[in-house]
């Protein structure tokens, strides 16, 4: 990490090596900092300490999903248009504790009404979900924000979905990838920063998102950004249920 003060923002995103973040100071916006943290407890207590971490990854987990869900998918997917298929359905708590897929079905199916399975999609994320959420708690919301990388370019992009998928069949859209970091160079993020080769364990796409939370992240700190939905419920552990934009 680099040592400089001012106030330190993160925008992160889970990849196969762990957590990629890219990090700016609000001293010195212009030099964006790429780093790849092993584990969300190192990104949590990295030195200097990040004010705000906007991190893809659900946050707040109910005991039992009803037919709204948790909320914010939901919230946020009536913004996104053809996109909205990037925001998976997050089952309860007891569900996502599970470490095999078929009980995690069987679990979420006893926890939902109607009664849901998991996607496989959702499934793989199960680790990364559980990582923050044995570490989360009520206090720690000052600094740590549950976004979603679609949501976040939809708020870049005047309030309209990314007419390019990000992926094609499952496989890097080079288009959709080109025409996000396009949008966030017109945002002040510098396109060699963005085109650089992302580090091992890491993909295009990671990077991007990640780029695109930063500029979510300055949005909480600044009191900018708003909560889908707005009128969020909370967990029973305490956590609030929002995605933030």
Not at 212 to 219: D, K
Request: hydrophobic share 40%.
């Amino acid at each position: 990490m680099p040592d400089s003060g001012g106030v330190w923002l993160a925008g992160v995103d889970g990849c196969k090596a762990g957590w990629v973040a890219v990090l700016r100071n609000r001293n010195d916006p212009d030099n964006p900092v790429l780093k790849v943290f092993p584990s969300f407890r190192e990104l949590l207590a990295a030195d200097p300490v990040l004010s705000i971490i906007a991190v893809d990854m659900p946050i707040g987990l109910p005991d039992f999903i009803s037919a709204e869900g948790r909320g914010p998918e939901k919230a946020a997917r009536k913004h996104l248009g053809e996109r909205q298929s990037s925001v998976f359905t997050v089952p309860s708590r007891g569900a996502v504790y599970e470490t095999d897929y078929r009980e995690a079905c069987a679990t979420a199916l006893k926890t939902s009404s109607p009664p849901k399975k998991v996607s496989k999609q959702c499934f793989f994320l199960f680790p990364k979900i559980r990582e923050i959420d044995e570490l989360m708690t009520p206090e720690l919301e000052e600094r740590i924000f549950e976004v979603h990388p679609e949501l976040a370019f939809w708020r870049l992009n005047g309030g309209r979905e990314m007419s390019l998928p990000k992926k094609v069949k499952s496989r890097p859209n080079p288009d959709g990838l080109d025409q996000r970091r396009d949008l966030l160079v017109s945002k002040g993020l510098p396109q060699t920063f963005l085109d650089q080769r992302p580090p091992k364990g890491c993909g295009r796409d990671d990077l991007l998102d990640a780029a695109a939370n930063s500029l979510i992240a300055e949005r909480c700190l600044l009191g900018q950004a708003d909560p889908f939905p707005a009128s969020y419920r909370r967990d029973e552990r305490g956590l609030r249920m929002a995605i933030w934009a």
